[in-house]
């Protein structure tokens, strides 16, 4: 019988046979790392490349509703329309680190109370979402939104941030960006808007797939009309400011006069001429933080050929609205 050959490689130079427990740690580490590292380069990458696509519009082509989209550069963007959604959405989006604390804990006191159901995120933290995550999720998801709105807050800076949220939220069922909704709804695009425009696009935010921006009447024109006073407010204060610090404004334009159909995109057949009522868990009245007071309403402004034509009554919204 051969007898076994002795290893001529000394005692501490041989490698032990890991236990399992150990082999999972090292790969649950490993995983972290490849995480961490992949999200920063990622973060890196849409600092300079206009992101492709979202989890969200890869939803709507799965629902074979299909997406639109027509990025513009901040620079070309109508001001009124960034002033609109820091007056809709965030109207501390210049001085917070990427989360407003005070509207978090607003939210949880209503929410515990058991009002309407009200987020608390800033622009920062729906970009984040917009851009690298998805809809729903509940606190596995928000955990992983904290650390992306980290990481544009510290690699991209507000400019880009608005920038990206302009052009990567849905302003309606397959479209995303302002510009796209601008061109479905009025019929040009987002370089020159009034400030009823980019009030009513603003106002649609918060759920796209229920809100009309194209509804004569109803909750958005009431919204909207109150987000067109606060634009000024937000011009007046500067709350603004940092979007074009160190850069020139875009100039003032007035809407172009349009004489064309505004273009159909996907999902114009689920719109109605009248939005349904809000959903029992969602909160329709504006955010307190972004209220400035003492502010009139202003006149509604007319609108030229900015009305697509509703869809027989047998076909009404259906589409879910937006996760928190």
């Not at 490849?34 to 969200?56: C, D, E, G, H």
């Not at 513009?72 to 501390?92: F, L, T």
């Not at 009030?199 to 109803?218: D, H, N, Q, S, Y």
Request: one cysteine or more.
């Amino acid at each position: 019988m051969a007898r076994r050959r002795k290893s001529t490689i000394p005692q501490y130079k041989r490698r032990r046979a890991r236990s399992w427990p150990r082999r999972i740690f090292g790969w649950m580490v490993k995983l972290v790392v490849a995480f961490f590292a992949i999200s920063i380069l990622w973060v890196l990458a849409y600092r300079f490349v206009p992101p492709p696509i979202t989890i969200t519009m890869i939803g709507d082509v799965f629902a074979g509703r299909g997406f639109d989209k027509d990025w513009m550069p901040i620079s070309q963007i109508d001001r009124d329309m960034v002033r609109a959604a820091i007056a809709a959405e965030d109207s501390k989006f210049c001085t917070h680190n990427g989360f407003d604390f005070e509207a978090i804990e607003d939210a949880m006191k209503r929410n515990a109370s058991g009002g309407r159901i009200r987020g608390g995120s800033t622009i920062s933290q729906q970009t984040a979402k917009t851009t690298f995550l998805w809809n729903g999720g509940g606190y596995a998801r928000k955990g992983v939104e904290a650390w992306f709105t980290f990481l544009i807050e510290n690699l991209w800076g507000k400019r880009r941030i608005m920038e990206v949220y302009l052009n990567n939220a849905e302003t309606g069922i397959g479209t995303y960006g302002v510009n796209a909704g601008s061109q479905r709804y009025y019929g040009h695009d987002a370089s020159a808007m009034s400030a009823t425009e980019a009030a009513r696009i603003a106002a649609v935010l918060p759920l796209p797939k229920k809100r009309g921006v194209v509804a004569p009447k109803g909750f958005t024109r009431r919204y909207g009309n109150t987000i067109a006073a606060r634009i000024n407010v937000v011009g007046r204060d500067g709350l603004d400011a940092c979007i074009y610090e160190g850069a020139t404004a875009p100039v003032d334009k007035a809407p172009p006069a349009v004489t064309a159909k505004p273009r159909p995109l996907p999902g114009e057949e689920y719109e109605t001429a009248k939005p349904p009522p809000p959903e029992a868990d969602v909160d329709e009245s504006a955010p307190a933080a972004t209220e400035p007071t003492n502010v009139p309403e202003p006149a509604p402004q007319p609108q030229q050929n900015t009305t697509e034509a509703a869809p027989p009554p047998s076909k009404p919204v259906t589409e879910p609205q937006n996760g928190a």
